[in-house]
């Protein structure tokens, strides 16, 4: 595939509240949208990284750096022609997963105008609305974090994820069951404990929770193993997942039962479609995690989230849980039933609002080629 131009833009929008995990608070959305251009058409992909290195080492400097400097030149060299031959292709830089994953997703939406197709159908997608949850941060009182979740509800999303970090865990966790009996509940650590805390985990496995997403190191399968050992209920793997061989070698050492997917945090979608198959031949159940993306990256995720083992409701929430306004001509909306529907349009099945996009965006850079 020639691609002719390239134009990166940072964009920035307000979240509408703001999201607090374990490793830091946000108050606005940061994120890289990624534009190709070929032969009269457009693509665009999302790159997640934040602007700081709190989830992973990648941060919004970095992946301008790595997709200038190595990934478009690679790009450049012309000898591919579908998304999946330009995933190989990058396999040759080490790391950085959310600079490919923005870049290739950009490509897999020009890849799926140039052939009319929507992306859901080129991936495998099964699915024409995907169940979905919603995650919430670390908040100032139980009684806010409840008033939340009634909210939620209300507007029928399917699971309840909180964040938890020490101090607001056990306690906050005990009164959330309290208020909801019945609800699917699961809990965030983002590595915000370790092998000390094994006691605290072991208190919360009457709660009836579905899963602890990384409870420990976001580089570790060797303790989360040691823990899950100890533990019925099941640990998941988000941070810790970062190729599709991870998931098998965290299967055989026993380090969780379930796996969140993220295109930005494994590289891209074609590795996170093989991360998914490997997950089903291994009988491991997968869920498409979330970074709080814009309509791009939203889209790509909707339609990851219809590929057959996607059997967990997952983070992919409606755009206004996020964002007053969107930078897409559609944005997600939540259903009756709690479902979002999968986009049907060629590509990724929306497109940016451009005038909407420009007021948002805060640096662009335009390469041509
Ligand atoms: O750990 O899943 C996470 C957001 C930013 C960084 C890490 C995580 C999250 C979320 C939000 O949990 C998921 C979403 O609503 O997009
Ligand atoms: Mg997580």
């Not at 919004?60 to 292709?89: C, M, Y």
């Not at 599709?244 to 479609?273: F, M, Q, Y």
Request: with cysteine; proline share 5%.
């Amino acid at each position: 595939m020639k691609i002719e131009k390239v134009e990166i833009r940072q964009v920035e929008l307000p979240l509408l509240s703001y999201f607090e995990t374990s490793f830091g608070r946000d108050e606005v959305r940061k994120a890289l949208i990624i534009g190709i251009h070929s032969e009269g058409l457009d693509g665009y992909g999302e790159v997640v990284a934040s602007e700081f290195p709190g989830y992973s080492y990648e941060t919004l400097g970095t992946s301008l750096h790595v997709i200038k400097d190595f990934l478009i030149p690679i790009a450049n060299k012309n000898n591919w022609s579908t998304p999946q031959e330009l995933s190989d292709r990058f396999e040759v830089v080490k790391g950085h997963p959310m600079a490919k994953a923005g870049f290739e997703g950009a490509v897999w939406d020009l890849y799926g105008r140039q052939h009319q197709q929507p992306l859901v159908n080129l991936i495998g997608g099964v699915k024409e609305k995907i169940g979905t949850g919603v995650s919430i941060g670390i908040q100032d009182s139980i009684p806010k974090l409840v008033e939340l979740i009634e909210g939620y509800l209300e507007e029928k999303y399917q699971r309840i994820k909180v964040k938890i970090k020490p101090n607001w865990d056990l306690e906050m966790l005990r009164e959330v069951r309290k208020k909801f009996p019945n609800i699917l509940l699961m809990a965030d650590a983002n590595s915000a404990y370790t092998l000390d805390d094994i006691e605290l985990f072991k208190e919360m496995e009457d709660l009836g929770l579905m899963m602890i997403e990384q409870p420990l190191s976001h580089d570790d399968i060797i303790d989360h193993a040691a823990l899950q050992k100890e533990l019925k209920t099941p640990i998941c793997l988000d941070e810790s997942i970062l190729n599709p061989d991870d998931a098998r070698k965290a299967h055989e050492l026993g380090s969780c039962k379930i796996i969140n997917i993220k295109v930005g945090r494994v590289g891209g979608l074609t590795r996170s479609i093989k991360l998914h198959d490997i997950c089903a031949d291994l009988g491991l159940p997968v869920w498409c995690g979330g970074m709080l993306e814009t309509g791009i990256g939203r889209a790509q995720n909707l339609a990851l989230a219809a590929l057959p083992n996607f059997t967990i409701p997952g983070d992919t929430s409606a755009s206004k849980r996020y964002f007053a306004e969107d930078i897409v001509d559609i944005p997600a909306v939540i259903n009756a039933d709690g479902t979002i529907d999968v986009p049907t349009g060629p590509g990724i099945g929306v497109n940016p609002d451009l005038e909407v996009m420009d007021k948002y965006t805060t640096l662009k850079q335009v390469i041509k080629l």
